[in-house]
């Protein structure tokens, strides 16, 4: 089966007009049911799919035929100064001095073992010892990431946002007004910084204005950019091992997540990414909730003469988070675009449509340009 190719020609940049909503539908488990333990920020890349689907015309989002041609992928932010920020890999060994920002000096690599009592593992570039409860997470600016690969210094950005709790009504379905006694609830809001944008990636653009985005009525103004240079030149580069995931990644069966790909169709399953009876390394952390809403259930169609107003809630997945690492064995895997959708989990379309485990190389090659 040859592989589907996915192009994206747009960055889609949603500036918040007020607060925007901090939670989205978390598997259900005891850390959920209190405090902020559902908070959910930003929006992944359903919701922006969404958003794009309800304004394109039919041809294009509303059928399924349609939705086979809409590519998205997030999510990210923009910082008014710096550029595009993308999510850290986890090979950056970072540090943080008193107040001061947080950096990256040094990287893991991967080291394979002698079969004796050294094994193969993520290993300190340096032959040193890692730093105990070094933090984790946060964002490289796109600028920067030539220099992921080398043992160059590298500023790691925090999240440009905060969580705001306060008493918000429920609205009615067709009108900006309360729903009535009753309709008041505790959200946690969230506040971006004055300027910073959330961005995606897309197949499509739409046209530059104000949309409802992440539920309970929160706005944002929309305006759609060509994609920066050096991501498009990024996408196209084969993925020589090490790799890092800039999106979460979904991987997996209608019953079972895994940390990497596997071909359902075949019996029991095959995984691609075992090579030569080596499976991958993986660098990552603890896996996160995915779920969204698409679809309509045929009660509530047929109760509405075919036009349905509730949405069906997705399979409760999980994902490795945006920033896992990759060691595949043999030859480069081609690019992210080239990956075969046979890959990815589908719920009647590839998930590889909402740009999970969207990849890009940590070693570049000396002509890569600036």
Known sequence: MTAAVT?????????????????????????????????????????????????????VGRSAEGFSLLNTAGPFWLDPEQGLMLPAPFTLLQEQENDGPRVSRRRLVWTEGNGGHIPDGWQPADQQEPPRKAPSGGWVALSDWVKVGKEEEITIHDNPWRAVSHLH???????????????????????????VCLAYLSSHSVPDGVYRFGGEGHL?????????????????QPLTAPFALITPGLWGGPRLSQREPIITRQGS?????????????ILTEKARPWRHRLGAGRADAAATN???????????????????????????LPPWSHWMEDWFPKEGFSFKHLGTALALPLTLPETFPP
């Open 7 to 59: 192009h994206f020609h747009h960055l889609i940049l949603l500036e918040p007009l007020g607060l925007l909503y901090g939670a989205s539908g978390r598997l259900l488990s005891p850390a959920a049911l209190t405090g902020r333990a559902s908070e959910h920020f930003p929006p992944d890349s359903p919701a922006m799919a969404g958003l794009l689907n309800s304004v394109l015309d039919p041809k």
């Open 269 to 281: 399953g095959v995984f691609p990414w075992h090579r030569n009876g080596q499976p991958p390394g």
């Open 306 to 332: 075919g036009i349905a107003k509730k949405r069906r809630l997705s399979r409760g997945r999980w994902a490795v988070p945006a920033g896992t690492c990759y060691q595949v064995a043999g030859d480069s």
């Open 220 to 236: 944002v103004q929309l305006r759609s950019e060509e994609i920066p240079p050096q991501l498009k030149h990024l996408l196209k």
């Open 169 to 195: 009504p429920r609205l009615k379905d067709d009108e900006r007004v309360s729903a009535g006694k009753g309709a008041l609830f505790l959200e946690y809001g969230i506040a971006l910084k004055p300027g």
